[in-house]
């Protein structure tokens, strides 16, 4: 059998009978003795000057162990990964519930009394509320400009594809903040032990980052600095360059005491990030035959206060408005602005989503205009191995795709009969996603280590957090494909920088082409050492010893994979560590850190939504996603993901919107934040398109993110076929179809 073939397997995640017993405790569930209380002072205005504060006076509140401002902190007061934003607001705060102080106490109400006793004194500023008013520039939320990052990419005769091109097609195109909304919010825990080094406990998504960061802040050597970031209770990108473990850190440092901080469900939709909202404008040319010319992207993103990832969200966002097709002239244009709108960061499709909807949205109406079948209109401009792509790399990779474009046109929605009645219209839609693998463009190495254990189990050891993804599980079983050992041998260690190597953060779907690819290259080089000591200690030439089947085979006999390391390590551990350094693209973009990409998933979704036509409400009906992923390791979770993604984005294209009112957000947990619930979820049906990447660990891709990236433009295509009328901004709610009928029966 091939390897193609072993591989798929539906494995059950390693840590499924932990969680579902609720053995595992998260870090929320954790408490030590003496454990104080944390607690964040914030803001109260979206943006002030910070005139006086009496850290003396509170830390007179009977209870109260250590008092914090920006003033405490003896190193680099900065995180993320551009270092734009402070940990604490020293001069200015820039947005509502920024954080000023923190306070260790021995109950929330000695700290929230010694809140009180701080005297805030803070003197409101003018608000930028929103692109518009960031790129007018009347009023600045940073000295230097509300411009955080521009960006632009020309290819080709612009000129030339605009004046001949049969059609032109202008449009703009709106997306919303969106929240994060995981079950668990920031929750963590910190401790000096007795050695004096500080450890750390926190939901984060990248251990090796957070430690840093503490290190900056504390002035101390990383080395005095442990960072644990499993259990995490789902993140999508939210928790992902906190200031949230240095909190912990800083007020275990001056209190000499455990701390703990739990936000509640309001303060984390106050202070944690979310999605960026969007302005998309695309201008693109066509012929009648329904060949692409040209396309002008310009994309404005609301980044918020601070940066944080939004420099990469937006290369991502403007690769993604030109899609994977074929254009002879390109000019894309990308604006990250500044607003006093809390912050914008990494959310699940980064970037990709409001991307897609633009692109996918124009090529929807394209294709009804010039009457030709959408999926046979994608398959005519789609982009071939060695073509130019958008951003003037090679393209590569594009035959699983269009392996799914051909697949989709067998879906069951698309023959499928229309119900309707003088209340109800059926409408279907169709959407292509894209989404980039990895960074591209800035790819660290990624470290990893293996242990065999005489006694029959061998440890795996990276850093990538497995907050809900299954990483554990894949790359477990990666491990034992190619070691040829069972995954019941395999234990993984994971997100602990005491015990694994810095393998880099868990995001952009990268987890399975990073740390897998370099697990599967750090098993060969296991082999090959053992391999080499074995010889040794055979006394046999090195070509006389061959591994297979988890087992070394020699002239004098074989020995599996563990009696070899007990032979040749008198009964220790044997353990490498390995850096693996991934493919990036030969054609950079100056100061794009994530695009383009080396690599590339994609998703074909077909859907079927009925509208109401007195209310205008919407509900999905069914889902088709067909999808290239390469080669899939772990069918059900595979599957799991995709759907997963997809009610995600069922939220973003209907029901989320995190709304703000002069900087102050008003909708900040579950009662007043609508998600969809499980009787708004249509029936999802995957397919996954046979496709087999070369530079993937078993030919295997991400598949985090994609089943988001294409729901909100399939269902605004769908809402087209029903009705007839085109939407340009999300949520696609009620209200919006409805006014929109109105205007058509006028």
């Known amino acids: 059998m091939t390897e193609q073939e072993l591989i798929p397997k539906n494995v059950p995640r390693l840590d499924s009978?932990?969680?579902?017993?609720?053995?595992?405790?998260?870090?929320?569930?954790?408490?030590?003795?003496?454990?104080?209380?944390?607690?964040?002072?914030?803001?109260?205005?979206?943006?002030?000057?910070?005139?006086?504060?009496?850290?003396?006076?509170?830390?007179?509140?009977?209870?109260?162990?250590?008092?914090?401002?920006?003033?405490?902190?003896?190193?680099?007061?900065r995180y993320g990964p551009y270092d734009d934003a402070p940990i604490l607001a020293d001069k200015k705060a820039k947005y509502y519930g920024e954080a000023i102080a923190l306070i260790a106490a021995e109950s929330i109400e000695s700290a929230k009394k010694a809140e009180e006793e701080l005297d805030l004194k803070c003197s409101p500023l003018p608000v930028v509320e929103n692109i518009e008013q960031s790129v007018e520039g009347k009023v600045l939320v940073h000295e230097n400009g509300n411009i955080g990052v521009h960006f632009h990419v020309t290819r080709g005769d612009l000129d030339y594809y605009e004046k001949n091109s049969d059609f032109v097609f202008e449009r703009t195109y709106r997306t919303q903040f969106q929240k994060h909304m995981y079950l668990e919010p920031e929750s963590g825990y910190a401790y000096i032990d007795d050695h004096g080094r500080i450890n750390v406990f926190s939901n984060g998504q990248n251990p090796h980052a957070d430690r840093k960061i503490i290190a900056r802040a504390l002035k101390i050597p990383e080395e005095n600095v442990r960072v644990v970031s499993y259990p995490t209770g789902g993140s999508f990108g939210g928790k992902e360059e906190s200031p949230f473990p240095a909190f912990l850190a800083l007020l275990a440092f001056y209190s000499h005491s455990p701390v703990r901080i739990m936000y509640s469900r309001e303060e984390s939709g106050i202070a944690g990030v979310h999605r960026h909202a969007s302005k998309i404008e695309l201008k693109t040319g066509v012929m009648k035959d329904g060949t692409f010319t040209f396309n002008i992207s310009r994309v404005y993103l609301?980044?918020?206060?601070?940066?944080?990832?939004?420099?990469?969200?937006?290369?991502?966002?403007?690769?993604?408005?030109?899609?994977?097709?074929?254009?002879?002239?390109?000019?894309?244009?990308?604006?990250?602005?500044?607003?006093?709108?809390?912050?914008?960061?990494?959310?699940?499709?980064?970037?990709?989503?409001?991307?897609?909807?633009?692109?996918?949205?124009?090529?929807?109406?394209?294709?009804?205009?010039?009457?030709?079948?959408?999926?046979?209109?994608?398959?005519?401009?789609?982009?071939?191995?060695?073509?130019?792509?958008?951003?003037?790399?090679?393209?590569?990779?594009?035959?699983?795709?269009?392996?799914?474009?051909?697949?989709?046109?067998?879906?069951?929605?698309?023959?499928?009969?229309?119900?309707?009645?003088?209340?109800?219209?059926?409408?279907?839609?169709?959407?292509?996603?894209?989404?980039?693998?990895?960074?591209?463009?800035?790819?660290?190495p990624v470290n990893v280590a293996l242990e065999v254990d005489p006694k029959g189990f061998v440890k795996v050891y990276f850093s990538n957090v497995d907050y809900g993804q299954g990483i554990i599980t894949g790359n477990a079983q990666l491990v034992s494909m190619k070691l040829g050992i069972p995954v019941e041998t395999i234990k993984v260690y994971n997100a602990d920088t005491d015990l694994s190597p810095d393998s880099g953060s868990s995001n952009a779907s990268r987890s399975t082409v990073t740390s897998g690819m370099a697990l599967v290259k750090a098993c060969e080089k296991l082999v090959g050492d053992i391999a080499v000591k074995l010889s040794e200690a055979l006394g046999i030439p090195l070509q006389k010893v061959d591994y297979a089947g988890g087992k070394f085979i020699t002239p004098e006999g074989s020995l599996s994979l563990f009696q070899a390391v007990n032979k040749i390590n008198e009964g220790k551990s044997f353990r490498i560590e390995f850096t693996y350094n991934p493919p990036e693209v030969e054609k950079k973009i100056e100061g794009m850190k994530e695009a383009p990409r080396f690599f590339y998933t994609y998703d074909v979704l077909i859907t079927k939504v009925d509208v109401d036509t007195l209310t205008g409400r919407i509900r999905v009906k069914?889902?088709?996603?067909?999808?290239?992923?390469?080669?899939?390791?772990?069918?059900?979770?595979?599957?799991?993901?995709?759907?997963?993604?997809a009610i995600q984005g069922l939220g973003l294209a209907l029901y989320e919107e995190l709304k703000y009112s002069k900087g102050i957000p008003l909708n900040t947990n579950y009662t007043t934040y609508i998600v969809p619930s499980s009787k708004d979820i249509p029936e999802i049906r995957t397919y996954f398109a046979e496709s087999y990447e070369d530079l993937g660990p078993f030919g295997a891709k991400g598949v985090g993110e994609i089943g988001l990236v294409p729901v909100a433009p399939a269902i605004a295509s769908a809402i087209r076929d029903a009705l007839g009328i085109s939407i340009y901004e999300l949520p696609l709610t009620a209200e919006k179809i409805a006014k929109a009928m109105e205007i058509l029966k006028k």
């Not at 017993?21 to 002030?48: A, E, Q, W």
Request: net charge negative; glycine share 12%.
């Open 17 to 77: 009978y932990e969680k579902v017993t609720g053995r595992l405790k998260f870090f929320g569930d954790v408490y030590l003795n003496g454990m104080l209380t944390g607690y964040v002072v914030r803001s109260p205005f979206p943006h002030c000057s910070i005139n006086s504060i009496n850290v003396e006076k509170a830390l007179r509140v009977q209870g109260v162990r250590a008092v914090l401002t920006s003033k405490e902190i003896p190193g680099i007061n």
């Open 302 to 444: 609301d980044t918020g206060a601070y940066m944080i990832w939004g420099p990469n969200v937006l290369g991502t966002a403007m690769e993604v408005s030109n899609g994977p097709y074929r254009f002879y002239a390109v000019d894309a244009e990308g604006f990250l602005v500044y607003t006093n709108n809390g912050v914008s960061s990494a959310f699940r499709g980064f970037g990709a989503p409001q991307g897609s909807f633009a692109m996918e949205s124009l090529i929807d109406e394209i294709s009804r205009e010039l009457g030709i079948d959408p999926i046979d209109f994608r398959l005519k401009n789609l982009l071939k191995d060695g073509d130019t792509a958008p951003f003037g790399n090679k393209a590569r990779g594009l035959e699983g795709v269009r392996k799914a474009l051909v697949m989709s046109k067998g879906s069951r929605i698309l023959r499928s009969a229309k119900t309707e009645n003088e209340f109800y219209k059926e409408g279907i839609g169709v959407a292509l996603g894209m989404k980039g693998i990895a960074y591209g463009s800035d790819e660290p």
């Open 622 to 645: 069914e889902m088709e996603h067909f999808v290239d992923a390469g080669n899939i390791i772990n069918p059900v979770i595979a599957e799991s993901q995709v759907e997963g993604a």
